[in-house]
């Protein structure tokens, strides 16, 4: 991965270590995919991005395609009718959110690069393996949200059904934003002062029309 | 995510800017943060919206706001993939600004 040597500002370490952890775990095996198929999500959805042709990806199943390429492009346009409709063309509910989990992660990378005026960083080879099929104890259920999660439908808890995801959405907002001790300080500063962060993520929601 | 945020920050800037970024937010760089936002969602003229941010804040600021904006990409996919429910208090306590931003029209909303 990169060195941010091309950054035209100094990159924090942390963010660094961060990205390159993501990077590693995105080409191994996960908890419902394989390697391959977790990069194919990230390619599908990176392509939507950036609006180029859809691609064809002949390593995932059609309704994850279709469904990694909304999250990437559009999601406010995501609807529980879809999610059910992909459930019964065979995309069930833990694949479903690991794809989310691999999709919002590989934006949030992107977009940071974007934003510093960087390349996007090349994909990660695929590493070899089978998933772990791990499931959560006590089991994820499905209640006010559109998946199951474990314990109320939570921010902390929204990819609970996948806890190796959970853990990795935790060590990467951290230094993108805040960890979850530190929101609770309103007066924390950073490079920016909590008022100017939460300027930044309004606006951010705004445009994606994230109303949560 | 936007519910959200407005909870956090409501009385320390005007939020309105958020989704009216022609509205001054009332905090030091402010409507520069709101234009990088833009540019780097957009695409239009990335550079010259960080060297504003790095000229009326600091070097630290601009990197800084590249990560949450990146971070919100991310949480926005979630929240909405995961079919995230707002709850009621916050609706409530929210209804006011619902209105005035004219939050409605957002699909999940």
């Known amino acids: 991965m990169s060195d941010f040597t091309e950054a035209p500002l100094p990159v924090r370490n942390d963010l660094q270590d961060s990205f390159r952890h993501l990077w590693h775990r995105l080409a191994a095996p996960g908890t419902w995919w394989t390697g391959i198929e977790r990069t194919a999500i990230a390619h599908v959805a990176r392509a939507a991005y950036e609006a180029t042709s859809p691609v064809a990806i002949s390593s995932i199943p059609e309704p994850a395609s279709v469904a990694a390429a909304l999250l990437g492009k559009t999601p406010a346009a ?33 977009t940071f690069y974007r934003a510093m ?17 791990t499931v959560p104890h006590p089991p994820a259920i499905k209640t006010k949200a559109w998946v199951p999660m474990v314990g109320p439908p939570t921010i902390p808890s929204s990819l609970s ?17 805040l960890s979850y001790e530190e929101m609770g300080d309103p007066a924390i500063q950073k490079g920016l002062s909590r008022a100017q ?16 | 995510m936007l519910s959200w945020s407005i909870e956090e920050t409501r009385g320390r800037l005007n939020v309105l800017a958020i989704s009216q970024p022609t509205l001054d937010p009332l905090i030091p760089g402010g409507s520069e943060l709101l234009a990088y936002v833009d540019a780097t969602l957009s695409g239009d003229d990335i550079a010259t919206a960080r060297n504003a ?33 707002v709850g009621g208090g916050t609706r409530q306590r929210m209804r006011q600004i619902i209105t005035d931003l004219q939050l409605d029209r957002f699909p999940h909303a």
């Open chain 2, 53 to 85: 941010v790095v000229a009326a804040i600091s070097p630290e600021a601009a990197v800084d706001a590249a990560a949450v904006t990146g971070n919100f990409e991310m949480m926005n996919r979630i929240a909405d993939g995961v079919g995230m429910p």
């Open chain 1, 197 to 212: 962060m939460e300027l930044v993520a309004g606006r951010t929601s705004a445009f994606n029309e994230c109303f949560f």
């Open chain 1, 117 to 133: 005026g960087l390349d996007l960083e090349p994909l990660p080879s695929p590493l070899p393996g089978e998933p772990s099929r």
């Open chain 1, 161 to 177: 059904a996948v806890p190796a995801e959970l853990e990795a959405l935790e060590s990467l907002h951290g230094p993108m934003y």
């Open chain 1, 78 to 110: 995501v609807t529980e009718e879809l999610i059910d409709a992909w459930e019964q063309q065979g995309l069930d509910a833990n694949h479903y959110v690991e794809l989310v989990a691999i999709v919002a992660m590989v934006t949030a990378v992107d």
